[in-house]
């Protein structure tokens, strides 16, 4: 079974920083598009980022300049460094991928920017 675990969440003070990490297991043979989503309490999940598998980019208006994506492609890993954290961040941050042209997702992290 494929199975997709984050982990990188926690507290964070205002202007700090984060770096998630998702990995992917078990069998599998290929990994293609991979995403950051998140969720806040009373709102809709919204993209962060997205990143293929030939490496195009695309991050949301709320987070560029501030947050990177990349993804070690031969180790089935993708990160998110999140860097200027403010409040309106917080949410829990959830992996997804397109596994062998399955859409998986992770169980989600939480990520709290308080002071």
Do not use: H
């Not at 079974?1 to 202007?15: A, D, I, M, N, Y």
Request: hydrophobic fraction near 35%; proline fraction near 4%; charge should be neutral.
């Amino acid at each position: 079974q494929v199975q997709l675990v984050e982990s990188g969440g926690g507290l964070v003070q205002p202007g700090g920083s984060l770096r998630l990490s998702c990995a992917a297991s078990g069998s599998f043979f290929a990994v293609y598009r991979m995403a950051w989503y998140r969720q806040a309490p009373g709102k809709q999940r919204e993209l962060v980022a997205t990143i293929l598998r030939e490496g195009r980019i695309n991050y949301a208006d709320s987070v560029k300049g501030r947050f990177t994506i990349w993804r070690d492609t031969p180790n089935n890993m993708l990160y998110l460094q999140m860097s200027s954290l403010q409040p309106a961040d917080t949410a829990v941050y959830y992996c997804n991928a397109d596994v062998d042209r399955d859409d998986l997702w992770g169980q989600g992290t939480q990520v709290t920017v308080s002071p």
